[in-house]
């Protein structure tokens, strides 16, 4: 194990690291560091929770000159929920630095607020690839300052078509720069980026020991497609009774129109179900995730591309209902459980048709794919299958100088609330949610309209 104190980064750097508990480096932070922080460029294989984004955060903050007020490091991500989450963990790991500007852009939200924050350049920017396009197009971003340049999750960004965009990015920012690639997978396509774009590169390859892998149990259940929807029903139905907390889980479908009829037919059954996928705004898309994250949402069901830098800790249960189109996304669905030493299930149903896919997941695994019978009970009648909390949305925020404990404070006394009925609290710039047992949820509900939080009124409504 090497210990942080061990490179020669900035008190301050120092000092976000121990108070965030990062005792030790990851494998990846070891490997990768050393040469990030001397100006090297590095391609790292490394998959998502492995702490490669504390690696190049940890590095662009150390190259970073504060007192310097120009865009000098760009991160591009996949989607906009990793990219939110990238850009958390970046002032986390800047929180003792004053004066860093952190800001994202990404496709999906107005255009005129992020040129509003553009007027004056952010120390570091992270975003999707489209969108830092059309604002380098429009000179609203300045690339010429920037000393570097981080593809994270870059395999994502090749299979969703983000090339050229890279390509036409790399040409509008400063020649001379320090390029950080970050891949879960080394396909052919991603060799090419790195030869193309990176200056004798230090390659990082991390593979978990057998002893660390994550505690995941396959299944495979063959079904016909005429019942898939009953099978689901059935697994989830079955996940509900096991657990004292009810269902928790993420169900995966190829296909935008396929998770809304999932979501749909599932909500039916008397499951508390939501869609989350890239036709939706990103309000909406916020507040699924909040819901799922702080558990007033039992089922999930998305697409792959949606759930990219979806990190649930204690997420118990993975179903893909549609086989993966290929492997390396079977990898990454499967991971979104059995995190943080956790142990998880991931369940894959296949039709006859998708049959042939799944060979192409048993030669990666290097291993028999794992079937399991089903037999499939005759269709039910409906029964409620609630998620346990019930999430609350007051209408302010950050900008109202909003922080958990106020929230926290208002349900334990004039709400009258004990602290073991709240849940998750997460504080947006305008909006807080807070995660409320569901049995109490409507008493604190009604206390918070007639009481006050911070001695101010605000507008409170309940989520689903």
């Known amino acids: 194990m090497t210990a942080f104190t061990s490179l020669p ?33 590095v391609i790292a294989q490394a998959v998502t929770g492995s702490g490669k984004t504390a690696a190049f955060g940890l590095g662009l903050l150390q190259a970073l000159e504060v007192d310097t007020i120009r865009l000098q490091a760009l991160v591009l991500c996949p989607t906009r929920e990793l990219a939110d989450q990238v850009s958390k963990t970046l ?34 920017v992270v975003g999707t690839p489209g969108r830092v396009q059309e604002h380098l197009k429009r000179k609203s971003l300045h690339g010429g300052g920037i000393k570097m340049l981080v593809l994270d999750e870059a395999d994502r960004m090749l299979d969703m078509g983000f090339g050229e965009a890279i390509d036409d990015i790399v040409g509008r920012i ?45 299944r495979f259940h063959e079904v016909d497609p005429a019942r898939k929807a009953d099978a689901l029903a ?24 396929d998770v809304d009829a999932v979501a749909k037919d599932l909500d039916q059954r008397g499951f508390s179900a939501l869609a989350l996928h890239g036709d939706m705004d990103q309000r909406d898309r916020e507040e699924v995730l909040v819901r799922f994250a702080n558990r007033s949402c039992a ?24 086989v993966a189109h290929d492997p390396d996304t079977h990898v990454h669905r499967i991971g979104r459980t059995a995190r943080a030493g956790e142990r998880g299930v991931a369940i894959t149903l296949c039709t006859p048709r ?92 009604q206390r918070l309209r007639d009481g006050r939080i911070k001695g101010r009124n605000f507008r409170v409504r309940a989520l689903g």
Not at 9 to 37: C, F, H, N, W
Not at 101 to 120: E, Y
Not at 191 to 203: G, I, K, N, Y
Request: hydrophobic share 45%; net charge positive.
């Open 299 to 322: 089922v999930l069901v998305a697409t792959d591309v949606a759930a990219r830098g979806l990190d649930i800790i204690g997420l118990p249960l993975v179903i893909s209902y549609d």
């Open 91 to 124: 002032r986390k790991l800047a929180a003792s630095i004053p004066n860093v500007k952190v800001l994202t852009l990404c496709g999906g939200m107005p255009l005129g607020p992020q040129l509003a924050s553009l007027t004056h350049d952010p120390h570091i």
């Open 9 to 41: 980064l900035k008190p301050a750097l120092l000092d976000s690291v121990a108070t965030l508990g990062y005792a030790e480096m990851t494998p990846v932070q070891a490997r990768s560091l050393p040469p990030i922080v001397d100006g090297r460029d």
């Open 234 to 257: 059935q697994l989830l139905s079955a996940a509900h009774e096991r657990s004292a907390e009810g269902a928790h889980a993420l169900v995966f479908c190829n296909m935008r129109r």
């Open 174 to 218: 400063a020649k001379s720069h320090q390029t950080l690639l970050f891949s879960a997978t080394y396909p052919d396509a991603i060799r090419a980026v790195s030869t193309r774009l990176q200056r004798d590169p230090v390659t990082v390859t991390v593979d978990t020991p057998a002893a660390e892998q994550p505690a995941i149990e396959q």
């Open 354 to 445: 998708e049959r042939p896919k799944t060979l192409n997941i048993e030669d990666m695994q290097g291993q028999p794919i794992p079937w399991h019978p089903l037999k499939l009970a005759p269709p039910s009648a409906k029964t409620l299958h609630l998620a346990p909390m019930k999430t609350v949305v007051i209408d302010a925020g950050r900008r109202d100088k909003l922080r958990p404990g106020d929230i926290l404070g208002a349900l334990t006394g004039e709400a009258g609330l004990k602290a073991e009925a709240i849940g998750k609290i997460d504080v947006y710039a305008t909006r807080a949610y807070v995660a409320i047992r569901r049995d109490l949820a409507g008493k604190a509900l």
